[in-house]
């Protein structure tokens, strides 16, 4: 195992759920130092610490919340001394339903966690780390923000905005040291796309020329990005989608 994170620290918000957990595992097999597994459910994190070997950190957080973000991060700043890595990946999707069909509560719920929450995570660590070092922001987004996926309008559009916010925020701290970057996975299994109705993640499984990926085949692109492999790399989206988005 390569340690392309040697020494760092980092913050991972999702981190009980499937992505954020496997992202978790291999922050700590590259060589990360000490880890905040932050997330909504508290349930699942502390059987993911137990596994690292490293220190570990959890912290139940709503991630629509700013205020309890801010502290979340300030206080791995002050217990580690420095923060080096914020991976904003919580997430949750919209009703399975076309546009007329919504509440606007489903709107904003999607909204609300999946932009809302980027927009919390990267301010809180501007705020933290701003002055004090350096900083890579890895934000999850989706496929789903770059092509336009029905039934999933929120979600999409939320994703899509989190792609533009990343671009801005990336722009505006690039002299300072901190990167912005995202993720954008295609469909891969997990407790999320378990939520979706019979026969939707057989549709999505065919629309991967690739086929399906797993969370294993995500965290390779999150290292990277959390990486100083990438230190001159920043306001980029980088797809990992087994070719979903291609045709
Ligand atoms: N699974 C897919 O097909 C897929 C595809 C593209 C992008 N993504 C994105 O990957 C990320 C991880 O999703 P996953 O597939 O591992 O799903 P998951 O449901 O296993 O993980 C999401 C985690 O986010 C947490 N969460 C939800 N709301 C929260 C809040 N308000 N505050 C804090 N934590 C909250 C959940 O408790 C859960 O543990 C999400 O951003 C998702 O949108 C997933």
């Not at 919504?102 to 701003?130: E, I, Q």
Request: glycine share 12%.
């Amino acid at each position: 195992m390569s340690q392309r994170l040697l020494g760092k620290t980092a913050f991972v918000t999702g981190a009980a759920g499937t992505l954020g957990s496997a992202i978790a595992r291999a922050f700590a097999g590259e060589g990360v130092r000490a880890l905040v597994l932050a997330d909504l459910r508290e349930d699942g994190l502390d059987i993911v610490a137990k596994e690292l070997g490293i220190e570990t950190v959890t912290a139940t957080l709503d991630v629509t919340d700013g205020d309890a973000f801010d502290g979340a991060v300030a206080d791995a700043v002050e217990r580690f001394g420095t923060l080096d890595v914020l991976v904003n990946n919580a997430g949750n999707v919209s009703p399975n339903a076309r546009v007329h069909n919504l509440s606007t509560k489903d709107f904003d719920d999607c909204v609300a966690v999946n932009l809302t929450g980027t927009f919390h995570g990267v301010r809180a660590g501007v705020r933290a780390m701003r002055g004090r070092g350096r900083l890579s922001i890895v934000n999850t987004a989706s496929v789903a923000g770059l092509t336009a996926w029905p039934y999933c309008a929120p979600y999409s559009a939320a994703k899509a905005a989190v792609i533009h916010f990343s671009r801005v925020a990336a722009l505006e701290y690039v002299k300072e040291d901190i990167r912005v970057n995202c993720v954008c996975p295609g469909a891969f299994p997990s407790t999320l796309t378990n939520g979706l109705p019979d026969g939707a993640l057989d549709v999505l499984a065919s629309r991967h020329p690739g086929g399906f990926g797993t969370a294993e085949d995500l965290v390779g692109a999150v290292v990277y990005l959390a990486s100083d492999e990438s230190r001159w790399t920043t306001g980029h989206a980088l797809v990992v989608d087994g070719g979903y988005s291609l045709p």
